[in-house]
Nanobody, 117 residues
Framework: QVQLVESGGGLVQPGGSLRLSCAAS????????MYWVRQAPGKGLEWVST????????YYADSVKGRFTISRDNAKNTLYLQMNSLKSEDTAVYYC??????????WGQGTQVTVSS
């Protein structure tokens, strides 16, 4: 069955960095666009970033552009999100998802990121 397992979250000070990983199984990872989406406390889902099947095209929300980098390793069936210059407003549960170039169709369970001094 399809599985997406996020890891790498935690508590970090403002200005710090974290690298999230998403281990994929149960489907042909290299055939799917992949997404990172987040949900801050008391707020709705916010799209963060998207990467194409081969990794050649990447897209970012304005709120993270220049600070976050999405990447993938199709040989390892793993998606990454490098987060630098973290701000308190980046505090959220981060989910990875698979889908087509327009919409995600399956989500992981999420990993908590807390940015606080």
């Amino acid at each position: 069955q399809v599985q997406l397992v996020e890891s790498g979250g935690g508590l970090v000070q403002p200005g710090g960095s974290l690298r999230l990983s998403c281990a994929a199984s149960g489907f042909t990872f290299s055939s799917y666009w992949m997404y990172w989406v987040r949900q801050a406390p008391g707020k709705g889902l916010e799209w963060v970033s998207t990467i194409s099947t081969g990794g050649g095209s990447t897209y970012y929300a304005d709120s993270v552009k220049g600070r976050f980098t999405i990447s993938r390793d199709n040989a390892k069936n793993t998606l990454y999100l490098q987060m630098n210059s973290l701000k308190s407003e980046d505090t959220a549960v981060y989910y990875c998802a698979k889908g087509d170039r327009v919409y995600p169709d399956y989500w992981g369970q999420g990993t908590q990121v807390t940015v606080s001094s």
